[in-house]
């Protein structure tokens, strides 16, 4: 019989010892008994990007990078792209299982009516310069929440819980359109009670003088299968931040200003922004080879490939392309789209791309979709911001609740200079 345990022998001291094996991890503590003496503090796993590292466990996202598959709670991402909304997309992430009719009434109108801000945020935003980046304006916007709203910092309060949860998922759109206005010189548009959740934000960001703005309802869909594919997406970079400032007991406002710094950095969720540079840059279809041999030859990558879980195609970004094609009917076809076509088929019939199973990421395609759309690109990263909120309170919920989580703190390797004696400064070279 097989026994779930790892035999370690340990060749400094020839001893041995037996770790159990759960759910095809180890604990990394059971390796700090592994000393070579009293002073030895044990051995440690040395995993600086989390490589191979699991920090936590979770119920919430499934993810089989090989195999290309993404699973919110056990629904199938493709499932829910076509016949699910983002704010039930939002609830099922959140709460675990989809709604029932009632249960999605009581949630929708919980967020319809938390989505106006509170007026003295206006002025942070006004504060602002024209050229802000948007990023920069939300991650400063959702941390000053924290400054209305003091019952967030009742973390263990189930109903100060929900409360916040409402008000994040309800006021991010709010906010990011306010950026965006701010940034054209344009008066804020108030949120419109009878639109939905996409449909508002598009109300948001681009009403003009009409009395009632009436979204274009391909626009308005396809921007809410977008915001379902970004929902979550377990541990990566920006979770990873909202699980660790939340480990503190930060309040949720504080710790999404976190995750949402933590999205805005190019190898994140400003990576959609990059490939639209990257794209522009290229300028035409027959530079492509061209630039894939600067790439093969380490003069910068090429955005929106590759990605640390996913060895195989981004199931997302299969679903985005046939968006894609949705929105040019209405908007036109967005000129980059040849470039970014000629890009992938190349990349992907080519030896470096895969030998190291680089293909196109969620970011891929989004940047053109959203500038057809009319975003600029300052906005992509937000775009992304918004929808991921459910995925980060999630993940702070189930990690607020998890008896054997701690402050997150890892351990290092010092390198550093051994014991040395202070000299004074005129004794110094
Ligand atoms: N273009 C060219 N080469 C690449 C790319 C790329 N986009 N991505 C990885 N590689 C190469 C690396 O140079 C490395 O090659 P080497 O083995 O010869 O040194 C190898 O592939 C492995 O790359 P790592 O950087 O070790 O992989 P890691 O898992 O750390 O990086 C990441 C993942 C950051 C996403 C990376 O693929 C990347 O920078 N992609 C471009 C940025 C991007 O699209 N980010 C969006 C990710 S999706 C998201 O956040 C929503």
């Known amino acids: 019989m097989t026994s779930e345990t790892l035999t370690i022998i340990d060749n400094r001291t020839g001893k041995k010892y037996e770790v159990p094996i759960r759910d095809?991890?180890?604990?990394?503590?059971?390796?700090?008994?592994?000393?070579?003496?009293?002073?030895?503090?044990?051995?440690?796993?040395?995993?600086?990007?989390?490589?191979?590292?699991a920090s936590?466990?979770?119920?919430?996202?499934?993810?089989?990078?090989?195999?290309?598959?993404?699973?919110?709670?056990?629904?199938?991402?493709?499932?829910?792209?076509?016949?699910?909304?983002?704010?039930?997309?939002?609830?099922l992430v959140l709460y675990g299982d989809l709604p029932n009719k009632a249960q999605m009434e009581d949630w929708t109108y919980n967020i319809t009516h938390h989505s106006i801000l509170h007026e003295n945020i206006k002025k942070f935003i006004d504060g602002f310069h024209h050229d802000a980046h948007p990023m920069g304006m939300l991650v400063t916007a959702v941390g000053a929440l924290s400054t209305f709203y003091t019952d967030a910092k009742n973390i263990f309060d189930v109903e100060s819980r929900k409360k916040q949860t409402y008000r994040l998922i309800a006021k991010m759109p709010t906010i990011a359109a306010f950026a965006y206005r701010h940034s054209i010189g344009m008066p804020y548009s108030y949120p419109d009670n009878d639109l939905s959740y996409t449909g508002n934000f598009l109300n948001m960001l681009?009403?003009?003088?009409?009395?009632?703005?009436?979204?274009d309802p391909v626009l308005e869909k396809a921007?809410?299968?977008?915001?379902?594919?970004?929902?979550?997406?377990?541990?990566?970079?920006?979770t990873n931040a909202m699980r660790s400032v939340g480990s503190s007991h930060a309040d949720p406002y504080c710790a999404v200003a976190a995750a949402t710094a933590a999205l805005y950095g190019p190898l994140h969720g400003g990576a959609n922004e990059a490939v639209l540079r990257m794209l522009m840059e290229i300028g035409s279809k027959s530079k492509v080879p061209e630039f894939v041999k600067k790439v093969k030859e380490g003069q910068g990558r090429l955005m929106g490939f590759g990605h640390r879980v996913y060895k195989n195609?981004?199931?997302?970004?299969?679903?985005?392309?046939?968006?894609?094609?949705?929105?040019?009917?209405?908007?036109?076809?967005?000129?980059?789209?040849?470039?970014?076509?000629?890009?992938?088929?190349?990349?992907l019939e080519d030896d470096y791309f895969i030998k190291r199973k680089l293909y196109p990421n969620v970011d891929f395609y989004t940047g053109l979709i959203y500038q057809s759309i009319g975003f600029p690109t300052d906005m992509f990263a937000v775009l992304f911001a918004i929808p991921r909120t459910s995925g980060w309170i999630a993940q702070w919920e189930e990690m607020l609740m998890d008896p054997e989580q701690k402050i997150a703190r890892p351990r290092q390797i010092y390198k550093g200079a051994d014991k040395r004696d202070y000299v004074a400064m005129e004794r110094r070279k």
Request: include cysteine; charged fraction near 30%.
């Open 24 to 53: 095809g991890a180890i604990n990394a503590t059971d390796l700090r008994q592994i000393r070579i003496g009293e002073d030895d503090v044990g051995l440690v796993s040395d995993d600086p990007a989390f490589m191979n590292t």
């Open 56 to 91: 936590c466990q979770s119920k919430i996202t499934f993810i089989d990078g090989d195999k290309g598959i993404l699973r919110y709670r056990g629904y199938p991402i493709e499932q829910l792209a076509e016949n699910s909304t983002y704010l039930e997309t939002a609830y």
């Open 206 to 215: 681009l009403k003009m003088t009409e009395l009632k703005y009436r979204p």
């Open 223 to 238: 921007l809410d299968v977008l915001f379902i594919l970004h929902a979550d997406h377990e541990q990566n970079c920006s």
């Open 313 to 347: 195609y981004d199931p997302r970004a299969k679903i985005i392309k046939q968006i894609a094609d949705q929105v040019f009917e209405v908007r036109g076809r967005n000129p980059l789209l040849d470039i970014a076509l000629e890009l992938e088929r190349i990349a």
